[in-house]
């Protein structure tokens, strides 16, 4: 294995012709090793050696090159390449320089000028940075189902990311496709989500017409947030996870326990849970009163 093979090797397996150039390979030497099956042909100037596997890391890598110049993995391609998602898009998502055009229908493509500070380079290969792919992850995992969006931006903000970073990556970067959107959840995100949860959930309520609830119930030296105060059935509303802390959540449990203790039955629901689950949260407040 001579060094363009390691080379290869290091990257995936995936070699461009100016990487080839750049390492010494002369053009017609290039030609040679894809006539006598040495290298296979991709794409358009992008080659693999003869045998390797093409991986998932390696698809990434090859649409990010076809794209040419300025290319860099974007979206829920750049959030799985950076690890903030266990299993790769079902197709990639690039971002190229506004004035340059490519079309492939198995890429997803957006052209805009991503500033210098939000590009970064993971494994040899240009990403958006971590708090704008955090965004438009974000963004495109609510349109495809809502509270997708909302639950993978609290995870990145429990483990990787915070708020202040988000913010100034959205401020960096207007106009971008989804920014009204990625500003909403990052006023919710801002606020933990415990007064829009609330809302939410009332609203499914009274979509359900159920009826004989109350807000803000007094017992045990606690404050309920939604009580059946006939059905002793208590409704707790939890905000993101990232903006509870260990005080708060050993209180919420000294609570929940009092409660229960006191004949309550108490149900939890997070914000998540009500924009992705509607039916089951208003299921299991049934179920609860029918006891």
């Known amino acids: 294995m001579d060094e363009l093979d390691r080379f290869a090797g ?3 397996g995936v070699i461009s012709r100016a990487q080839a150039l750049a390492l010494g390979l002369s053009s017609t030497a290039l030609e040679r090793r894809v006539s006598a099956g040495r290298w296979t042909r991709m794409a358009s100037g992008i080659y693999m050696p003869a045998g390797q596997p ?3 890391q390696a698809m990434v890598r090859i649409a990010v090159l076809r794209c040419g110049r300025g290319a860099l993995a974007s979206g829920p ?3 799985w390449w950076l690890g903030l998602l266990e299993r790769p898009p079902a197709h990639s998502w690039v ?4 004035g340059r055009r490519y079309r492939d229908r198995s890429v997803t493509v ?3 000028d991503v500033p210098a500070v939000d590009v970064a380079v993971a494994r040899d290969l240009r990403v958006t940075g971590l708090a704008l792919t955090v965004l438009e992850t974000a963004v495109i995992l609510e349109e495809a189902r809502p509270g997708d969006g909302t639950q993978f931006l609290d995870r990145a903000l429990q483990t990787r990311t915070s708020l202040d970073r988000l913010q100034s990556a959205h401020a960096r970067n207007p106009g971008r496709i989804g920014s009204p959107r990625a500003a909403a959840m990052l006023v919710h995100a801002s606020t933990g989500g415990e007064s829009e949860a609330e809302r939410i959930f009332l609203r499914l309520l009274r979509t359900f017409r159920i009826t004989g609830w109350e807000c803000a119930v007094r017992s045990c030296g606690y404050v309920i947030d939604v009580a059946f105060v006939d059905r002793r059935v ?4 939890d905000g993101w996870a990232y903006h509870r802390t260990a005080e708060r959540m050993a209180h919420d449990a000294v609570r929940q326990n009092a409660l229960v203790n006191d004949g309550w039955t108490v149900l939890r629901f ?4 009500l924009i992705r689950e509607p039916d089951a949260v208003i299921a299991e407040v049934r179920r609860a009163l029918r006891r």
């Open 54 to 56: 093409v991986t998932q």
């Open 77 to 79: 391609t750049a959030a």
């Open 10 to 12: 290091r990257h995936d």
């Open 110 to 112: 957006r052209r805009r």
């Open 95 to 98: 971002t190229i320089p506004r």
């Open 234 to 237: 208590a409704i707790e509303i």
């Open 270 to 273: 997070t914000y998540h849970r």
